[in-house]
């Protein structure tokens, strides 16, 4: 990742109070020094480990009653102006600090603003995050016990980043945001800040991408492969939550046009995007895949008094199938096939001290 600019600015407010006050404290950070690195990394690391993240877009249909949106887009005229750059985190904190008061956000406290312009090979991003204090124990040089204060970037109250190259593709879905863990709902003074509508949770476009696959293979007689297709996607949402990144639509397009037949290649091929993203689905363009959902459709665990299972779907079938797996639902039984040599020395050494 290419740090290009980052700020770190504080909201002062206490949980019940009316107002809130953007302290003259920080400002932009010299994206060379060392422990300014440290920082974002730690930063970055702590928001792509979050599975339960939010997605949408600006509301731009009332971009008068959001001053973030048009800072951000005249920020982009010149992205590498330090000077737009502390203009556009300006107008986030002045946005932050009306929110913040708002009646439903009055149990809400503030913290570190941290903001920060970054690239990877394929985007370019800013994260906004809102961190606080954490009392920790170091010892002095007389090796006594003292208390130090330190920034905890491991617990990040608040976050929203925006994936300003697909912004500027037109695609929806450019923002992200953490979750509260009420069933992935956000704190809605944060995402009001800078204008976000149209949520979707990345718990549903999870299983609602699941859905339009399946779906989409039965339009278009795609059928005698569905499941195998599902397998495919879900692999490709696991490879893609393994290695943090998120899932595109445009990725998944790709997969499936693989499996059109030529003689359907005029009609089919390279709609799935559309077809995920409209209703009822409405599976954002891009989103970070969700832990949990891709296990219920990837994996299978089951457990009695005295056994339990758990393996992947894909090794799965039934007698005519040849897989690794076997379910016999005739006799009710489930057959193990090639197993390795390692299984077997372990079964082998357990029925070994059964005897003993």
Same mark, same amino acid.
């Given at each position: 990742?290419?740090?290009?600019?980052?700020?770190?600015?504080?909201?002062?407010?206490?949980?019940?109070? !009316?107002?809130?006050?953007?302290?003259?404290?920080? /400002?932009?950070?010299?994206?060379?020094?060392?422990?300014?690195?440290?920082?974002?990394?730690?930063?970055?690391?702590?928001?792509?480990?979050?599975?339960?993240?939010?997605?949408?877009?600006?509301?731009?249909?009332?971009?008068?009653?959001?001053?973030?949106?048009?800072?951000?887009?005249?920020?982009?005229?010149?992205?590498?102006?330090?000077?737009?750059?502390?203009?556009?985190?300006?107008?986030?904190?002045?946005?932050?600090?009306?929110?913040?008061?708002?009646?439903?956000?009055?149990?809400?406290?503030?913290?570190?603003?941290?903001?920060?312009?970054?690239?990877?090979?394929?985007?370019?991003?800013?994260?906004?995050?809102?961190?606080?204090?954490?009392?920790?124990?170091?010892?002095?040089?007389?090796?006594?016990?003292?208390?130090?204060?330190?920034?905890?970037?491991?617990?990040?109250?608040?976050?929203? %980043?925006?994936?300003?190259?697909?912004?500027?593709?037109?695609?929806?879905?450019?923002?992200?945001?953490?979750?509260?863990?009420?069933?992935?709902?956000?704190?809605?003074?944060?995402?009001?800040?800078?204008?976000?509508? $149209?949520?979707?949770?990345?718990?549903?476009?999870?299983?609602?991408?699941?859905?339009?696959?399946? $779906?989409?293979?039965? =339009?278009?007689?795609?059928? *005698?492969?569905?499941?195998?297709?599902?397998?495919?996607?879900?692999?490709?949402?696991?490879?893609?939550?393994?290695?943090? +990144?998120?899932?595109?639509?445009? $990725?998944?397009?790709?997969?499936?046009?693989?499996?059109?037949?030529?003689? =359907?290649?005029?009609?089919?091929?390279?709609?799935?995007?559309?077809?995920?993203?409209?209703?009822?689905?409405?599976?954002?363009? !891009?989103? +970070?895949?969700?832990?949990?959902?891709?296990?219920?459709?990837?994996?299978?665990?089951?457990?009695?008094?005295?056994?339990?299972?758990?393996?992947?779907?894909?090794?799965?079938?039934?007698? %005519?199938? /040849?897989? *690794?797996?076997?379910?016999?639902?005739?006799?009710?039984?489930?057959?193990?096939? %090639?197993?390795?040599?390692?299984?077997?020395?372990?079964?082998?050494?357990?029925?070994? =001290?059964?005897?003993?």
């Amino acid at each position: 990742m290419e740090l290009k600019h980052l700020a770190i600015r504080e909201l002062v407010k206490e949980a019940e109070e !009316e107002t809130a006050q953007i302290s003259d404290k920080g /400002g932009v950070m010299d994206i060379h020094n060392g422990m300014v690195k440290n920082l974002f990394e730690s930063l970055l690391s702590a928001f792509e480990r979050r599975s339960s993240l939010t997605h949408g877009s600006f509301n731009q249909e009332n971009e008068e009653g959001y001053p973030f949106i048009s800072a951000f887009e005249k920020f982009l005229v010149n992205e590498d102006s330090p000077e737009g750059f502390e203009t556009l985190t300006d107008a986030g904190m002045s946005q932050l600090a009306a929110a913040i008061t708002s009646p439903s956000a009055r149990a809400a406290s503030g913290g570190y603003v941290i903001f920060s312009v970054y690239g990877s090979d394929r985007y370019d991003y800013m994260l906004v995050a809102l961190v606080r204090d954490k009392s920790s124990i170091a010892l002095n040089p007389a090796l006594q016990p003292t208390e130090v204060i330190e920034v905890n970037l491991e617990q990040l109250h608040q976050a929203a %980043r925006i994936n300003i190259t697909t912004f500027k593709q037109g695609k929806d879905s450019y923002l992200s945001f953490i979750g509260s863990k009420q069933k992935g709902d956000i704190t809605h003074y944060f995402s009001n800040a800078f204008g976000c509508t $149209d949520v979707t949770p990345s718990r549903k476009s999870t299983s609602e991408l699941i859905k339009a696959t399946r $779906d989409f293979c039965k =339009q278009n007689d795609l059928g *005698d492969k569905k499941e195998e297709v599902v397998e495919d996607v879900v692999s490709y949402l696991e490879r893609q939550r393994s290695e943090k +990144q998120t899932a595109n639509l445009s $990725d998944i397009e790709n997969l499936f046009d693989a499996y059109i037949p030529p003689e =359907q290649a005029e009609t089919a091929s390279g709609t799935f995007g559309n077809f995920a993203n409209g209703g009822p689905y409405n599976v954002s363009h !891009e989103f +970070q895949p969700h832990t949990s959902t891709i296990n219920r459709f990837a994996k299978v665990k089951a457990k009695s008094d005295s056994w339990q299972l758990d393996f992947t779907k894909k090794a799965l079938g039934d007698t %005519r199938s /040849g897989k *690794d797996i076997v379910f016999d639902e005739e006799n009710g039984t489930l057959t193990l096939n %090639r197993l390795p040599t390692k299984v077997m020395d372990q079964i082998r050494a357990a029925l070994e =001290q059964q005897d003993d």
